[in-house]
């Protein structure tokens, strides 16, 4: 959610003064270059012999917790010139519109899933959730996770829908399956070793292992459902924070909280319901060796997502409140006794449905919307951010949602059905919402020195088509010197620009009638008699906030 | 670290409550702990902060990418290992060299805070503990705590919490127990406020339990025999009972007991978990038999029934929970009941309008009702009203000599558990603070 400040109109301005860089702060005499908008961050090889560092789960939850309130805005970096998130080792932008069903169901899952004979090397227990890691006949490593008894079926179709999800998102994700065996085909390992909840560690014995498959739920046919999560390819580094840079990556050059795809996450986190997005739950892996050698950015564990907390259905506080107490309306809970009756308490889950979980569209508001404890990526995330990733969570489609949604293979395709269902609700919610806090055109073009656009909330039904102004002007891009053209209100380029200097920059500031707040101006370039864009500047407004 | 539960130093311990004693002690302590650590973790966090981008290349770039490229390039050239903030390295350390081996240890020496009864005061003390026993199917406990009101306890304990696939559990434990002050303010429903004196109670003893648990621990039977050693003198402070009271007024006063006990008990837990509140019925009802073996004139059974529903709505977010709690004392001639091992009201978990131990009889009834609602996933409100009456003989059940109260509280939970409380309760009596580190519907009370 993003809380803004009055200060937020500075920033504002700084953006509009076009400080939209990839990040890298060369001084720059010219806002664009001869290659803007890049599609891809250029990336160094990662050579530096580092190791790995953890993050300490309980001091990020302490430390984040401390700093609820919305940080003093901050430029988004990270982006193009169009305002885009380039690839990178961080986000791939994967060209949603155009990925088949097949290539959306089989996101990252290339190595496929498990095979038998299945070699159970090492397992941990908590008393609720077991886990064990296992090599499968091919060797490959996988770490498997299972279903509270509770909701059979929740958590790790939880796991295996997320981590497609934010696949076709643009993240990078690890390979997640869901495999059904029966419990005697988990053989152990002659080295096996168990984690008790004493802490301590020992080979560990059938009787061990019966006794954690005990706690998985079984299906009629004595069968076991679980999610194989495969090992990340690479050398483990450990966690990335969402704040600072890793000192040991050459090619993390921009503050974690000031990068639009990590601000933007807040967006698809409130669309998925993923209120478990903390640092803990990511994963930095250098991949590749030698010149290719890079450090991966991975998300991980998308066992919280949906209706779903991993162990049990998702507490009906989450996604809207922190789990420290930090806001009014829970001070307004204290002062009137719990007569105040938030929305989130009265809405109705899917009592029938328990592999769903306490998931749903009814009150969910994506502004208001919360993670556990507060991400400062998350925290700093401006409109500009936001309206980034609603753009892509409005491309996509209904069928797609329900492509990616059918990979939890639910036995009862009512499950499937209302989660789509939600979705889709949530899918439009999210549009709606932050479609009202920018100007959402996009496909800014000129054809026949005629601007064209299209207004994605009249394309997605949020909005009727309004009346636009117009404003053109030259730009000088060495000194970033505008000069408007008076009297030029539609959409024709002016005669003085269109017949302006071959390579010259021209732009046009587009505004809807009503609402003065929101402008989307564009840039183009002049090259072989057409006009290439080269930028795009957002001016938004920030949602007022209770 | 662990905590006792101030209610009763010998609680019966299983897999479930152990492990929510543990991990409600850690929160507690971690809850400290984290705000200790508020500006050094603010610190880390600039220094966290401070790990920005470099310096950027001082030459004019060609394009967006040589640009990047070249920034990139000169980050390369002074990188450092990624290290863990300041703050959150001494974090760390104090919890793996500090914290952790003292207040959470998996097994070895350790503090434990609590275990005293109720009106001990804060009690601390060292622990030896050892969870990894036959492959964590043992667990051996022994603690000595003292308190700020000089009261002590020491105790040892050895259980199979799980045998059986988690159908059976056993348990042995040895403890002595030095209340060195505890109130009492006369027999019966009319006792007066002014009658207050204390006394000194050291009870010794040790039992034997077996138990068995049936439909995923929802149903425990169980018995367990036992001795008790007891032992009354003057207490410490001001107004000693042996003073105030005269001998032949007050059971048990100059003639104390050994006892052999004998406990049959039965648990019944249907509720379903919840997000703040679990929802549903709980039963619990024990019937201990005392046979004293020293003057055989102070034998008597002890029944003790708690009955609890909750009942949850706005998506578990409120409750309503009621529970009524009934001791009665039936002895056979002419026994008496010692008035060290009566039942009383006046507690932080039964009438907490009212001074601890403020009456004392050969039976109690209890009603409680509490409206809570949470406020957030770690702090829960309650609005509460107690009313509850003492009485001398099983015929004076009832509303007559009841009192009552009313309060709120604010609970701090870890999901369903409260691992601290604070209630303020108002009677005619005055206004009573309760700072506690246990639920207020808990389990039976047991003094010895």
């Known amino acids: 959610m993003v809380r803004l400040q009055s200060s937020f109109r500075q920033a504002s301005s700084l953006l509009l003064a076009g400080v939209v860089l990839v990040g890298c702060a060369a001084a720059q005499s010219q806002r664009f270059l001869p290659d803007d908008p890049i599609a891809r961050v250029p990336e160094v090889p990662m050579l530096f012999p580092s190791k790995p560092q953890d993050v300490d789960e309980l001091y990020d939850f302490a430390t984040n917790s401390m700093h609820y309130k919305t940080p003093v805005p901050t430029p988004s970096l990270g982006i193009n010139t169009l305002g885009e998130v380039p690839d990178s080792s961080w986000f791939t932008n994967r060209d949603l519109g155009h990925m088949t069903r097949e290539e959306l169901q089989r996101g990252p899952r290339t190595a496929g899933a498990p095979v038998p004979p299945f070699s159970v090397v090492a397992a941990k227990t908590d008393g609720v959730s077991p886990g064990f890691r296992m090599l499968d006949g091919r060797g490959h490593t996988f770490f498997v996770k299972a279903d509270p008894p509770s909701n059979p079926e929740m958590a790790t179709a939880s796991d295996v829908v997320g981590s497609l999800f934010f696949y076709a998102i643009g993240y990078n994700v690890p390979q997640n399956y869901i495999f059904v065996t029966r419990p005697e085909q988990l053989q152990l390992s002659a080295k096996a070793s168990i984690t008790e909840p004493s802490g301590k560690k020992h080979p560990m014995r059938e009787s061990d292992f019966r006794k954690l498959m005990d706690l998985v739920p079984k299906m009629s046919d004595g069968r076991v459902r679980l999610m194989a999560s495969l090992s990340i390819n690479g050398n483990l580094m450990g966690p990335h924070l969402y704040r600072g840079v890793r000192s040991d990556d050459p090619n993390d050059l921009i503050p974690h909280q000031q990068r639009r795809d990590l601000r933007g996450l807040e967006v698809f986190a409130a669309w998925l319901n993923h209120t478990d997005a903390k640092s ?117 489609t209904d069928d797609d949602i329900r492509a990616l949604v059918e990979e939890g293979k639910f036995s009862d395709p009512a499950a499937t059905d209302y989660i789509t269902k939600t979705l889709i609700a949530r899918r439009n919610a999210v549009g709606r919402a932050w479609f009202q806090h920018a100007l959402p055109v996009e496909e800014l073009r000129i054809e026949n020195n005629e601007l064209h656009f299209e207004n994605l909330a009249v394309r997605y039904g949020f909005a009727k088509e309004p009346s636009y102004r117009y404003e053109w002007f030259s730009f000088d891009n060495q000194t970033g010197g505008k000069k408007v053209v008076s009297g030029s209100a539609s959409t024709q380029v002016p005669s003085e620009l269109a017949n302006g200097p071959k390579d010259g920059y021209v732009g046009c500031t587009i505004s809807a009638d009503g609402r003065p707040d929101l402008s989307t101006t564009a840039y183009f370039h002049a090259e072989n008699g057409t006009w290439r864009l080269v930028g795009i500047d957002r001016k938004t407004n920030p949602p007022s906030l209770p | 670290m662990s905590l006792k539960d101030s209610s009763g130093g010998q609680a019966v311990v299983r897999v479930d409550s152990r492990r929510a004693k543990f991990l409600a002690a850690r929160e507690l302590l971690y809850l400290l702990f984290v705000f200790t650590f508020l500006v050094v973790s603010a610190r880390g966090a600039r220094a966290q902060g401070s790990s920005e981008a470099p310096d950027p290349p001082p030459a004019p770039p060609l394009s967006r990418t040589d640009d990047i490229a070249a920034a990139e390039k000169a980050k390369a050239e002074h990188l450092v290992p990624q290290a863990m903030p300041h703050g959150e390295q001494v974090f760390v350390e104090t919890e793996k060299k500090a914290i952790d081996p003292l207040f959470a240890p998996p097994n070895g020496i350790g503090l434990t805070l609590g275990g005293l009864p109720t009106g001990g ?86 039992h034997f339990e077996t138990a068995v648990h049936l439909a995923g621990n929802r149903v425990i039977l169980g018995y367990r025999i036992g001795g008790l050693l007891a032992h009354v003198g003057p207490g410490r402070l001001s107004d000693p009972t042996t003073t105030v009271y005269a001998g032949d007024d007050v059971p048990g006063l100059t003639q104390q007991s050994h006892f052999v006990t004998g406990t049959g008990f039965v648990n019944l837990d249907f509720r379903k978990p919840g997000f703040s509140n679990p929802s549903g019925f709980k039963l619990d009802a024990e019937n201990t038999q005392f046979w004293d073996k020293t003057w055989h004139a102070y034998s008597f059974d002890l029944l003790a029934t708690q009955a609890e529903y909750d009942f949850t709505f706005a998506n578990g977010m409120h409750a309503l929970a009621f529970r009524a709690r009934n001791e009665t004392t039936f002895v056979q001639g002419n026994n008496q009941v010692p008035f060290y091992l009566q039942p009383t009201l006046g507690n932080s978990d039964d009438l907490r309008g009212y001074d601890r131990y403020r009456f004392y009889g050969n039976g109690s009834s209890l009603v409680t009702g509490e409206y809570r609602w949470s406020v957030a996933e770690t702090l829960e409100m309650a609005i509460f009203g107690d009313g509850g009456n003492i009485y001398q003989r099983p015929g004076l059940i009832g509303v007559r000599d009841a009192r009552g109260d009313g309060g709120i509280g604010f609970r701090f939970k870890n999901k369903q558990a409260t691992f601290m409380r604070f209630d303020v309760g108002f009677s005619p009596e005055g206004v009573h603070l309760w700072f506690v580190f246990n639920p207020v519907f808990g389990k039976l009370p047991r003094s010895f």
Do not use: C
């Open chain 1, 280 to 396: 803990v739950n990511s994963m930095d892996a250098v991949v590749g060796t030698d010149a290719d050698a890079r450090m991966v950015h991975y998300l991980l564990d998308f066992g919280a997502l949906f209706g779903s907390d991993s162990t049990i259905a998702k507490d009906p506080r989450h996604g809207r409140e922190f789990t420290f107490p930090t806001s009014h309306a829970q001070l307004k809970q204290v002062s009137t006794f719990g007569m105040d009756f938030p929305d989130w308490q009265t809405v109705h889950y899917p009592k029938d449905l328990k592999a769903v979980g306490n998931f749903t569209a009814e009150a969910f508001d994506p502004i208001l919307w919360k993670e556990n404890y507060p991400n400062p990526a998350f925290r700093a995330m401006l409109p500009a951010d936001a309206y980034w990733a609603a753009k892509k969570v409005m491309t996509f």
């Open chain 2, 121 to 206: 005061g804060f009690s601390l003390g060292p622990q030896y503990a050892r969870r990894d026993l036959l492959r964590d199917n043992l667990v051996s406990d022994t603690y000595v705590v003292g308190s700020t009101k000089l009261w002590w306890r020491g105790q040892t304990s050895v259980e199979a919490p799980s045998l059986l696939d988690g159908h059976l559990s056993l348990r042995l434990d040895a403890a002595y127990e030095d209340a060195a002050s505890v109130y009492f303010y006369g027999e019966g429903p009319n006792s007066l406020r002014s009658g207050k004196s204390n006394f000194r109670r050291e009870f010794t003893t040790p």
